[in-house]
């Protein structure tokens, strides 16, 4: 199994910027492909962006240009640095390897 934890969250204003880190363990060398997802109060969770090993990303149309995905390959640690954060950004972010090992979320505040 692999285990991931996120951290990184907190609270910031809009046009701030976090950067969140979902760490992995276990068996890593299973995994080919890690994404963010996020949660907002009251509405269902959504895809925010996905890094696979083989190099291919992808993004949300609501993220695109102001979310960065990337990893650390020895650390098994995959970041999301998020810039120009908006409050719509509030939301608790998961990741999660290989769509299904998920973690219990970090949560994001963007205050206007």
């Known amino acids: 199994q692999v285990q991931v934890v996120e951290s990184g969250g907190g609270s910031v204003q809009a046009g701030g910027s976090l950067r969140l880190v979902c760490a992995a363990s276990g068996r890593t060398f299973t995994m080919n492909a890690v994404a963010w997802s996020r949660q907002a109060p009251g509405k269902e969770r959504e895809f925010v962006a996905k890094?696979?090993?083989?190099?291919?990303?992808e993004y949300a149309d609501s993220v695109k240009g102001r979310f960065t995905i990337s990893r650390h390959k020895t650390r098994n640690e995959v970041y999301l640095q998020m810039n120009s954060l908006k409050p719509d950004d509030t939301a608790v972010y998961y990741c999660?390897?290989?769509?299904?090992?998920w973690g219990q979320g970090t949560q994001v505040n963007v205050s206007s």
């Open positions: 999660n390897a290989n769509q299904r090992y």
């Open positions: 890094i696979y090993w083989s190099g291919l990303i």
